[in-house]
């Protein structure tokens, strides 16, 4: 009876191995490297983005001149112009926070938007190629410690995106 338990356990382990044997590994960063889709995205997020990136520096600029123009003038100012100064750098380093906090918020999430796009475009290609190829698992490379190249198909998800 034992022998039989330890037949059939041997037997189940066996073919749970042999089917987990096609197992492909991927590199999201070659990948992307190689996707002319990730430069498009990533030059149409900057050329959104530059006027109020020009804003935001415009913006720094008036605090710094404000804070050159305290520290140069304070010992020779009288205490209402002080206060006076002192009120509107606290004031345009606020409005200088508040943009840069919308500023990141909006960018964040329209990189976010672009990067889905192209993450689900390389999803699926991955999947065709594995499907393809028969592969029961696909890792990426980020995660194993090494592998042997003939189970590497970076390059044909590269080819099928192209």
């Known amino acids: 009876m034992k022998k039989i338990i330890l037949t059939v356990t ?5 073919g ?3 089917a987990a044997n096609n197992i492909g590994v991927v590199d999201i960063h ?3 490297m190689n996707m002319p889709q990730v430069k498009q ?3 149409k997020l900057k050329n959104q983005f530059a006027p ?4 935001l520096m415009a913006q720094q600029k008036i605090v710094q001149d404000n804070l050159a123009k305290y520290k140069k003038d ?6 209402k112009d002080k206060k006076s100064l002192q009120s509107k750098i606290m004031s345009e380093q606020q409005k200088l926070q508040t ?6 918020k909006q960018a964040m999430s329209a990189q976010k938007q672009s990067m889905g796009k192209i ?5 699926d290609a991955v999947k065709a190629v594995a499907v393809k190829n028969h592969y029961n698992l696909v890792l990426t490379t980020a995660g194993v410690a090494y592998n042997a190249d003939n189970i590497d198909i970076t390059k044909q998800v590269i080819a099928k995106l192209k």
Do not use: C, P, R, Y
Not at 52 to 55: G, I
Not at 74 to 79: A, E, Y
């Open 10 to 14: 041997g037997m189940i382990l066996s």
């Open 16 to 18: 749970t191995i042999f």
């Open 30 to 32: 070659q990948i992307m």
């Open 41 to 43: 995205e990533q030059n």
């Open 52 to 55: 109020d990136q020009k804003k």
């Open 74 to 79: 304070s010992s020779v100012m009288t205490n």
């Open 99 to 104: 943009m840069q906090m919308t500023f990141q």
């Open 119 to 123: 993450v689900a475009k390389i999803s």
